[in-house]
């Protein structure tokens, strides 16, 4: 839908969502609307609100690290609970009046650059361009247990989480062989050594190591177990912590630490919107604008990547932000040429 003439100017149209009954204001209209309020929803945000565009923020609330304690390896944030983190950077959104943060889920997503229309709690919001920072979804480990212990004592990236668990009994649950990232197994175990000598490879029921990859591994100096995982053995005290594996021929193998890839897939809102994806399932984005397969429609975080981390989805936010900016500059600066040119041929 394109903007009428009467619509509200952009920082018009930013304040009376705050201000005014909801239903009273359909629709609305912002420059850019960011789906998701994460590091990489709240970085774009910070940096399209300091370039002076209006701009929605749309967060449905739950966070890919729901479980974990603390955000680690954040230059400035090591060690910061990620609530407080949120928290921090609403705060100084706050700073911006053309910045509206909004704790809604957005349902539907439709319409072409210039006039996308994003629908949240039965409103319909229209922006001239979208930033999709919606993450992806974990499934979780079909073992009974790990959903308690995933961020707490199973985790996917020791550079998270390596340093608070060093020298103990690690394990990797090697994936999947037909899983996109199964030929990265060598690479991933081999820079487990930096934080522990002990480090045992484990497969699951119906996903056997082949002979070829276990030996690799154990070149390598990982222990590799045969039997699949049976069970996890977690502590009677405290049940987010893992303890042992139990494996299908009755053994058990010491294990405090279990890292794991399990699939992740995208959410349902970016799965209707048919944007290409990379063979790994990620949004495939321009690496420099950050723009997909559907004009106008951007894409950063960890939805677009398997590089994931607080701080990498951060960077990818802000450069988003900063080329969504480029291009609505690009594109005043079209249309003022053009109407130019119009004025000259005509006077
Ligand atoms: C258990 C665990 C622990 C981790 N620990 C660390 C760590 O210590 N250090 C580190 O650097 N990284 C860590 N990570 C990775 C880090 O959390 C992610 O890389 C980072 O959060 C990705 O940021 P993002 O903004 O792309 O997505 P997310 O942080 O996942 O945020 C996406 C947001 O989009 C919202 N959303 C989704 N769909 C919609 C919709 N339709 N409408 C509105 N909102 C929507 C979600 O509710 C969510 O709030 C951890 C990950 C996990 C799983």
Known sequence: MPRSKDA???????????GRD?????????????????????????????ARRAV???????RRNQTAEHIYNFVTRDHTPPDEFRRVAR???AR???????DVRVEALDGERDAFRVRVEQEDIIAKRVLLCTGMLDEPLLLEGAREAWGRSIFQCPYCHGWEAQGRAWGYVAPAHDAPHAAMAPLFVQQLFAWTEH?????????????????QLESLGARVERSPIERLVVDPERRTQIRAIALANGATTPCDALF???????????ASLGLALDADGYVTADPMRRETSRPGIFASGDLSTRMQGAIFAAASGAQAGAMINLDLAQQRAMQRASSRARAETSG
């Open 8 to 18: 509200p100017t952009r920082h018009e149209s930013a304040r009376s969502l705050c």
């Open 260 to 270: 794991a890839h399990p699939p992740q897939r995208q959410t349902p809102l970016v």
């Open 96 to 102: 911006y009046p053309n910045v509206l943060v909004r």
């Open 56 to 62: 929605l923020l749309c967060d449905a609330g739950e």
């Open 22 to 50: 909801r239903a009273t204001i359909i629709p609305v209209y912002f420059d850019v609307v960011i789906v998701g309020g994460g590091p990489s929803g709240l970085a774009a945000a910070l940096t399209l609100g300091r």
């Open 91 to 93: 705060e100084q959104l």
């Open 199 to 215: 480090v045992t490879v484990f497969s699951q029921h119906g996903n056997p190591l082949s002979e070829e990859l276990a030996s």
